[in-house]
């Protein structure tokens, strides 16, 4: 059973361009959530997606970022018009639909971006 | 907002030592507890706690939730440098239900 996958394992952009970052929840897991890590902070919730559906993005700024799970396919958390100050570790993490461990998180490798 | 508080935030130990961290939560809509292990890359799910005064275990790792004074502890004997990590400290609940809130870890290096 394949655990969060997450891709690309590291970004580059330069300043003004576009990341995609791209995550498949594990098996039998239908919640999704993003956090990010900034250097020498901790994890900070982004958003948390069900398919098809944003169920809470109360931690995402207010420009620039989205995020989307469709029907079929991966979640993507997209930013646009990158800044230096996006560069960070993005996790992405997965739970099951119900069950008694409905609330534990597994968690991606993460993706790393770097802005020039 | 929520807010999860680690201590220590770095501790340094030889092997065989054993730690203890400790984690302590504000308690609006309080769900459950999680600690996780972050080495290079993902966090490791290691507990998840959602009743007072009964302790997990798992091997020399074990952890421990008391509701009534809101905190938590996770406890490591005979420690070995692969111990060596930053362990985090989560609560889900809060203002929102699918949110873990993190504390800002604790560094732990173990020396041989």
């Known amino acids: 059973n394949a655990g969060v996958m997450q891709n690309p394992r590291h970004l580059v952009r330069r300043r003004g361009q576009e990341a995609r970052l791209r995550c498949s929840p594990m098996k039998g897991h239908s919640h999704v959530y993003w956090y990010r890590q900034l250097p020498e ?35 993507i958390l997209r930013i646009q018009q990158v800044v230096r100050g996006d560069s960070a570790a993005y996790f992405c993490a997965s739970s099951p639909r119900s069950g008694g ?16 | 907002e929520d807010k999860v508080v680690q201590s220590p935030l770095s501790l340094v130990v030889h092997e065989g030592d054993t730690v203890t961290l400790n984690c302590s939560y504000e308690v609006t ?38 509701k009534k004074e809101l905190f938590s502890i996770l406890n490591i004997t005979a420690t070995q440098t692969g111990d060596s990590a930053i362990y985090l400290c989560a609560r889900a609940g809060g203002t929102s239900y699918g949110k873990l809130t993190f504390g800002q870890g604790t560094i732990l290096t173990v020396h041989p």
């Open chain 1, 41 to 75: 902070e901790g994890l900070k919730f982004m958003v948390y997606l069900q398919k098809e559906n944003i169920i809470d993005e109360s931690g995402m700024p207010k420009e620039r970022f989205s995020a989307e799970f469709p029907k079929e396919g991966p979640s």
């Open chain 2, 29 to 66: 809509n309080f769900r459950s507890l999680l600690w996780y292990k972050q080495e290079k890359k993902a966090p490791t799910f290691l507990f998840m706690l959602t009743s007072s005064g009964i302790e997990k275990k798992s091997g020399r790792l074990s952890s421990i939730l008391d």
């Open chain 1, 101 to 116: 461990n409905q609330e534990t998180q597994y968690f991606g490798p993460g993706t790393r971006l770097l802005v020039l």
